[in-house]
Structure formats: C-alpha cells, structure tokens
C-alpha cells in the first residue's frame, strides 16, 4: 500500500503506526521484524528531505524508546527545516514525541515541548489534528513540571498550537487552565497554569487579553477569596506582563493596587507571589509607566498596614535603582562610594525621569 497508494495511506497512517509501534513488542521475532519492516518502507515515502535523512534515526527511537528517544529528538532539534513537514514525517515524529513527554528526564521533556512549538509553523494545521488527542495529556502534565525550565517551554508550545490551529481545537484546554491555575494543590500547578494560560491568551492575542484583564484586577483585588486563588490570580500579572509588554501597558495603575494588598496577606506564598510581581512591573515598567507606578508606591508608603509600607518602600527602592541606572544588586551601604545613590550621575537620572517637585516628595516620603 506504501507503493501503490501512498496518498491513501497517508491520511490513515495516524491510526496505523501506533498499531505497528504495539506490534514491534510482540513475543514472536518474524511478528517484530514483519512489524519493523512496514515501519522502513512508511519511512520511504516520506517526501521532506530533512526528515528522510534522519529516517534511521526515528526508526531507532520508534524500536527502543528507552534508549534512543533523546538521541532523536536532539536530532529533530538540530534538522533546519525549509520543506514543509509532511503526513508520513508527522506518523513517525509524533509517537516519539508523545512518548517522551512521559519521560522521567527533564531535559527529554523540554525537547519534546519545543519541537511541538515548532512544529505548528511547519506542518498543515489538518495534519496535526488527529494527535492532538494523544499531545495534550503530555503537555498538561509537562506545565506543571516541577522544574521551572519546562513549564516555560511547553506553556509557548501551548501558546504557538493554539495560534496556529485556533481555540475551537482545544475545547476543554482553557477551562482547565482556568481552574488548575487556582487549584489548591500547589504553587508550581498554579505557576505552570498561569503561565499556559497567559501564552494561551498570547496565541489568541489582545482582544482576548483586553477581555479578560479586569476580570483578573477584580479577582487579585478581592478579599473574601481563599489565599491560594488570589495566589493565582497575582501569578498572571506575572505573567502576561511577559506575554504583551507593550499592551499591558494602560493596567498598571490599576494591577498596583491589588499587588500591594497581597504584601500584606496572611499566607507567606502570596506574599511572595505578589512581591515577585511587584518586582516583574516595576523592572519591565520604570521607565514607560514611572507615572502609573510612583502614585501607587506613594500612597502604600503610608498605609496602615506595615506589610504594605515595607513593600512599598522595598519596590520604590527598585524603581529608583531602576531609573538612575545603578544595579539593583547595590545598596547604600556599599564599600564604594561609587556604587550607589550618592552618585551625581544618579541624582541626574532620577530627576530627569521624576522632575524635582515629585523626586523631592518621594524622598521625604521615605
């Protein structure tokens, strides 16, 4: 069928190499090698030229996962692709690549989410279709990675699979982000989905974002929710400040707010979280926004609660370091003269940015 009706067959070979993967670990050896034989000659009427030389190399990976599973997917990484991918390539790639995301080694799992990043801007989105029943599981599982490193990657692997196919292929994909990015689980669960959500809404682009914006700044400001929901909801501040830089721009003022009422939680993880995104604005905004942020940081200087006046004294001083241009690593005690705010340089900068009247009540502020 290869030969003769290579185009049928093409559109079927999703349901039929998982059939001859089962049958490559059947007891009988003819079985095994009838079994490797139909895989060869399907790798033969691969037509991309990238893929039909590391044909070999996918056979090894599809025969013994165990042991060749990173070896291909370090090739796949390395292959720059300039044909497109076709359906007999995507029947031997995508085994391997769902099999990885199960994988126990961490970096076997990034590769796995990279190359299925990569793999929406180089196939045909009706191609890709029929696996993404059998991806999904693995990419939800990789978000919520314990290391940092794979959540990052498989959240843009979501972002890019969503841009390129559209959100009515992933039905149930948002309602699970939105409930396991406040789930009670754990902070890394709600990290994870907060950052898939946020690349997700990236994919989908800023109507969508604008859409969903002030509901996020209601939800943070709240105060009747549980701590691990408002957790979430500051972790997309995080975020999607990362996602739409330029965009996320006009909410500043209004994310401040609810940022510097989660300094002063109860529970010591939102006020990590918040004191993380506190840090995220302020080092992504001093310069464009200093005149959403400063009124904010000026008013929890003399709030009643102390959590706040200390937090916002603590990101007032990033802003400042921010702004005049000397490392936040410094502080004023410095051995160095140098170093630090003393510095004329500095001076210079922070009045240039703040203008004397408003530089002169931020420091008697302080």
């Not at 959240?155 to 396991?180: D, H, I």
Request: with cysteine; proline share 5%; aromatic share 6%.
């Amino acid at each position: 069928m290869a030969f003769c009706a290579s185009k049928q067959l093409s559109s079927c070979l999703p349901s039929i190499v998982p059939k001859l993967i089962e049958v490559l670990g059947n007891s009988h050896t003819k079985v095994q090698e009838s079994g490797a034989e139909a895989l060869k000659v399907i790798g033969s009427v691969i037509k991309n030229p990238e893929i039909q030389a590391i044909v070999p190399v996918l056979l090894d990976a599809l025969e013994d996962p165990s042991n060749n599973t990173s070896t291909c997917l370090q090739s796949l990484l390395k292959t720059k692709f300039v044909h497109f991918i076709d359906t007999p390539s995507l029947a031997l790639i995508m085994p391997v690549v769902q099999r990885a995301f199960m994988d126990r080694s961490t970096e076997t799992r990034k590769m796995a989410a990279q190359i299925i990043g990569n793999m929406y801007s180089l196939t045909d989105q009706k191609d890709l279709a029929p696996y993404l029943p059998s991806i999904i599981p693995g990419l939800k599982s990789s978000l919520l990675d314990p290391v940092p490193e794979v959540r990052a990657v498989s959240a843009r692997a979501l972002g890019a699979m969503v841009k390129g196919m559209g959100e009515s292929s992933f039905e149930n994909l948002l309602p699970w982000l939105m409930e396991t990015f406040t789930s009670e689980s754990s902070s890394v669960d709600r990290s994870g989905a907060a950052q898939g959500l946020s690349e997700v809404v990236g994919g989908l682009g800023v109507e969508k974002m604008h859409i969903l914006m002030p509901e996020i700044i209601l939800t943070a400001e709240r105060v009747d929710i549980a701590p691990h929901v408002k957790d979430g909801y500051i972790m997309m501040f995080i975020y999607m400040s990362g996602v739409f830089p330029e965009e996320f721009t006009p909410y500043i003022g209004q994310i401040i707010n609810p940022i510097l009422k989660a300094l002063a939680d109860e529970s010591e993880y939102v006020r990590d979280t918040a004191l993380k995104a506190g840090q995220r604005i302020v080092n992504l905004y001093a310069e464009t926004a200093v005149a959403l942020l400063l009124p904010e940081l000026e008013k929890g200087l003399f709030d009643d609660n102390w959590r706040i006046r200390y937090s916002s004294v603590q990101l007032l001083g990033d802003l400042l370091y921010r702004i005049s241009g000397v490392s936040g690593k410094m502080t004023t005690e410095t051995a160095s003269e140098d170093d630090n705010f003393g510095t004329k340089h500095s001076h210079t900068a922070i009045i240039r940015f703040l203008g004397d009247e408003r530089r002169n009540r931020v420091l008697s502020g302080l």
